[in-house]
Each structure stands twice: as C-alpha cells, then as structure tokens.
C-alpha cells in the first residue's frame, strides 16, 4: 500500500525513516503492538540460548506436560468429530478413546513432577510469583476439567461420578447453577469452556516464563545480611 | 509497580533472586518440543494397545427394576411418600427444612436456592405413571390416591413401606405382601411394570423436552436406590473407600483426587453431615494456599532448608567452585 | 458384570480390582503404581547426568 494519506501512520515511501515513532501514537494498535515487543521481544519469545545451569532432565516435564495436553485436545477433537457415543459403538472410536484417557493420564503426571521440580527449585523467587500462581491454577483448572470428562463419557462411570460429586458441588450451592447431572451442560464446559480456560491460563504461563526466564539457582553464600541497594535491582529491574 | 522513594528492601533468598549475567548454551526448544511431542505420542499409543480403556456400560432404570424389582420398588415407595435421599435433600433439589450443609452460619446451598426442582412424588411416579393409555387399574388407583387427604395418603405409603420391607422377587415381579395400603400397591406394582419395559427412562427424560440432555431425574432416582450404589462398591467406588480416586476394574484413576479424598476419611469429616462442605472448605483454604505459597515464610523456605536444588543445580556448583 | 469392550487390550485391566489396605488408607494397585512411578521419575530425572552441550560462552 503507498497511498500516502497523511493520517499519521509511519509513510513507508520517505527515506527520511518513519515521521511519528510507535511509541507516541495515540492508535490501540501501535500501542499494543509496542507493548507485546517490549514484553517479548523475538529472541526472548523464542530464544535459542539458554543459561548454562539449565542442565537438568528435571527441566523437561514442563514441555512434556505441555505436549500431553496437546495430545489430551487432538484425541479429544477426534472424538468429537463423531459425537460422545461414538465410542461405544466403534472398535476405533475406543482406541481414540483411550489415547485420550492414557493422554490425560501422562498430562496429570508429567504435571505433578512438573510441580515438585519447580517447588524444590522455588521458581517462583525474582518475581516469578505469578508465573507459579498461574502453574498451580492451570492444575486446579484441569481437575475441572478432567470431572467434567469423566461425566461425559455416557457410560456407568458418569452416573457413579456424577451422583457422587453432585453432593459435594450442592453443598457449596453451586450446584443451583453447576449441575453435574446435565449431560448437555456438563460436556459444553468439557469441550468448548475449560479447554479455552486451560489454553489461556497455561499460555500465559508459558509467556511469563518467556518473559522472566528460568529462575537461577540459589546462592551458595546464602545469606545478604546488609541490604541490597534495592532487591530489585538485584533482580535486574529497571529503576 | 516501582515505588517513588527507592528504600532498600532486605534480600530474602526465599523470595529474591540474583539475576543471571553468566553464560548461555545454545538450547532447540522448538525441536525439545517435537520430540516431546512423538515421545508422549508413542507413550500413549503404547499404553491404549497394551491397556485400552474401561467401558461398564450404563445402568438403566430398565435393568434395575428387572435385576432388582424389590429394591426398585422399595425406593419408588420413598419417592412418594418424600422420604427419598432426593425428596429430602433440601436446595438445590426442593426446600426440605435444615437439609442444606453448613458451617456455623455459613449455608451457601441454603442461599443459592432451589434452582433444580424436583417434586419426587409428582416426577417420578404420579406423571410418568399418568402418561400411560389404556392402564384404567393404574388411572383409578391414581385417582384414589390423589383425591384422599394427606393424611390418608401418609397412612397407605407407611403400611407399603412396611410391607415392601419384605417383599420378594419372584421370576423378575414383584410380590408384596398384603396389607392396608390402599391404591398404593397398584401405583408402585405399576411403575415397577412400567420400569422393566423401559417406558419409564424414557418418560423422565422426555419430561424435559424430546431433546432433553438433562439427566437429573432418571440419575436421581437411580442413585436413590441400592442396586447402583452396590455396583459401585462392588468396584471400590464408594466414598468410604477412596472411591474418588478409583476407576473400574484395575485401570488407574485420578489419584490426584488422593487430598481431597483423604479428608472424607478422617475425623471429624468421616462422621459429620456437613462433611461436603467441610473437605470442600478445608481444599480451598489449601489450593489457595498452594498458589500463593511464594508469601508463605517458612513454607516458601522449605525448597532451600531440603537442599534437593543441590542436586538439581550440582553442574552448576561444580563450576562455580571450579572457576573461584 | 459386564465389563463392556476392552477391545485389542494386550493385558486385560477389567475385572476385579486389586486394592492395598494400611490404616485407613486404600488404594489401588494401579494407582500405587502411577505414585511410586512419579516418585522413581522425579528421583532419576534429578539423579541422572544431563549431556553436557558445547556452549558459546558470554
């Protein structure tokens, strides 16, 4: 496009480089553009280093759970191809079935030791606070959603599940909206509400790690006993 | 979020970190994640061929009333007269006074309100029951029923609840014995019938529409009986036996459920009516803990106290100590 | 009971289940072993050496 209509968007025809920086436009676009690449710029969003203390097989059950869940939603998205029965019915549909049983299977154990890695690391140290909260949320969100497929699967395992849980879902009242008994609710929330929950809340994780990097170790010389100019600026932030 | 006046904050290994400024390796994580991706791919089909997946498939009120027509007629008996788990569960279910859990003040099922109801007599008996044609016995004996006084009603219910106490199964019917319950025993003989043929799953779905999805009422009625609960046992599946955490035959289940299960075991839980809403307080308290452990001093301190990071980190010690 | 298709299944996990019983706790062989399974992954993946990568060094 060369239309040079002097709306203040940068002219790509001058020489002269562009006549408004980023930075000052007023534009949603530009300033939300120039958050995301001050956030994560490329070589930090995909970086093809990474420090010399990350030598441990510890370090790969976050890609391995990650890859599970990817898994968990390509067997999930086969099953629904054909309906929630489909399995009952069909030698393929089973083995599709189990794929994303041993899938959620892998997903909630690569997880866990995910989990006790990044305890015993205290990665949340250097202000990683959030990236640990959002780690545990993303468990707690796909304990939602590994019940509601468990009520999904039309068979007696979601009637037992179902009129079990139902008591400890209606004790906290919500159960008034939340009816574990409705096949039709309780599948929406499986397929189309939690998964869109997980995707947000474990890429955004996935992003604050891109943004703060893997926490260094702990000091030898553990304690600072005389106060740091600032702990942040230990941590590197700016001032 | 920077303040003003820079004060020096004290550095809390436990909280604080150095940055590094040291050395990087050259690390693929595009091509980590592609093999990840082929290896959890081979895991998993592995495990589906050499285990595959549980598939009991589901009770219906058809196979209960002709499997167990005495335990189907004993529960259908407490659906009318409203002694049922379901007639008296209180919200979200119906208002039975006191039903709701609590602690203390704190009764969320009592504020939240009836939002599901279920009126058992009128649901599961008396409509399905008053959808069958040419059934003029059943129709009359309804009739009756309904056009006596409560307290009449309450008199013919307790001598069938009575009497069903012994009734048999005999060649898959019903047999009650005699007593003075009135057009009662007609009206459960005849939803029992009505089960075996399976009319009556279909009839309580369809009271929700043609296309209902809502399985609240047959599921309701289903877990107010024994016949699903023993099948359940059968299979380690009861709350008394971390049934939570179990799956059918020898498959695993969800043992991270293992916490939250646990509190259903131990006193006072194992013994309380409020016991739902007391392991459910108890795991909030805990996963909101979990997530906000980074400002909990000492337990934030026990990755550094364990010293399991030495481990971890031990390349990187090495080299530490090799290069001072 | 009826146990449902366990179709191609090379080791038959229907049945009967298998259950441990210590205290008041109650588990099942499956599940036992998916526990002590994380906990020996946990220990080797900390335990066992990384390869070492030929850096470029800053």
Redesign the interface.
């Known amino acids: 496009m060369s239309i040079d209509t002097n709306v203040g968007a940068e002219p790509r025809t001058h020489a002269g480089g562009p006549a408004h920086s980023s930075a000052e436009s007023r534009q949603w676009t530009a300033r939300v553009r120039h958050a995301a690449e001050s956030a994560f710029p490329p070589d930090q969003l ?13 370090y ?2 976050g ?2 759970t ?3 869940l ?2 968990v939603i390509i ?1 999930g998205c086969i099953l629904a191809i054909m309906g929630p029965t489909w ?2 019915v069909s ?1 393929t549909g ?2 599709v ?7 959620v ?2 997903f ?2 690569f997880m ?2 995910h989990l ?2 990044k ?4 990665a ?3 202000n990683r ?1 959030l990236t ?2 959002t780690g ?2 993303s468990f ?1 969100v796909s ?1 939602a959603a ?1 019940f509601t497929g ?1 009520v999904s ?8 599940i ?3 849980a139902k ?2 879902i ?8 939340w ?1 574990v ?5 309780m ?1 929406m929330w499986h397929i189309v509400l939690l998964p869109i929950g997980i995707a947000l809340i474990a890429g955004l994780h996935v992003l604050l790690v891109r943004r703060r ?1 893997i ?6 010389a ?3 006993t005389e ?6 600026a ?6 | 979020m920077s303040p003003d006046t820079k004060k020096p904050r004290r550095f809390k290994p436990d909280r604080d970190v150095k940055e590094w400024k040291g050395a990087y390796v050259p690390y693929d994580i595009l091509k980590e994640a592609f093999v990840a991706f082929l290896a959890v791919a081979v895991l998993i089909v592995l495990l589906a061929v050499v285990f595959s997946s549980p598939d009991d498939p589901a009770i219906t009120l058809k196979t209960w009333s002709v499997n167990s027509p005495v335990d189907f007629a004993q529960t259908a008996i407490t659906e009318l007269d409203g002694s049922s788990g379901t007639a008296s569960y209180g919200p979200p279910y119906n208002s039975t006074p006191d039903a709701a859990q609590h602690i203390g003040f704190f009764e969320p099922a009592q504020w939240f309100g009836v939002h599901q109801p279920i009126d058992t007599a009128q649901d599961f008996v008396i409509g399905p029951l008053r959808t069958l044609p040419n059934q003029p016995v059943t129709q009359a004996a309804l009739n009756v029923y309904q056009g006596a006084s409560a307290a009449q009603q309450a008199a013919w219910t307790t001598a069938y609840e009575k009497a069903v106490a012994n009734a048999t199964d005999v060649n898959g019917r019903l047999h009650v014995p005699a007593g003075r319950y009135g057009p009662v025993g007609v009206i459960i003989g005849s939803l029992t019938a009505m089960s075996q043929t399976g009319g009556l799953d279909g009839t309580l779905l369809s009271e929700g529409g043609f296309y209902n999805t809502n399985y609240t009422k047959p599921l309701l009625f289903l877990a107010d009986g024994t016949y699903l609960a023993d099948k359940a046992g059968a299979q380690h599946l009861q709350g008394t036996q971390w049934g939570m955490m179990n799956e059918t035959g020898n498959f695993p289940g969800q043992a991270w459920l293992w916490l939250y299960t646990m509190w259903y075991q131990v006193y006072p839980m194992n013994q309380s009516t409020n016991a739902d809403l007391e392991v459910w307080g108890i795991m909030m308290i805990l996963s909101v803990g979990l997530i906000f452990l980074p400002f909990i001093p000492g337990l934030r301190s026990i990755p550094r106290w364990t010293r399991v990071y030495k481990l971890i980190w031990r390349r990187h010690y090495r080299e530490l100590a090799a290069a001072t | 009971m009826v146990l449902g298709v366990l179709l191609a299944a090379l080791i038959n996990l229907g049945g009967t289940g298998k259950y441990f019983h210590w205290g008041f706790i109650q588990i099942s062989a499956a599940n036992l072993v998916i526990i002590v399974l994380m906990i020996v992954v946990f220990v080797l993946a900390i335990l066992l050496p990384f390869p070492k990568r030929k850096g470029d060094r800053q």
């Open positions: 995909l970086p093809d280093r990474q420090p010399a203390y990350m030598a441990s097989w510890i790969v059950f890609v391995l990650v890859v599970s990817a898994w067997t399995w009952h030698s089973h083995f079935n189990s794929l994303h049983l041993w899938s299977e892998a909630f154990f866990v030791i006790w890695g305890f015993f690391m205290a949340w140290r250097g606070r640990w909260a545990v949320i707690l304990v590994a468990y699967q039309t068979n007696f395992d979601s009637q037992w179902s009129t079990q008591d400890g209606n004790s906290t009242g919500a159960g008034a909206f009816n008994l409705n096949f039709g609710q599948l990097g926490v260094p170790p702990f000091e030898v553990e304690h600072h106060p740091v100019a600032d702990a942040a230990a941590a590197g932030e700016p001032a």
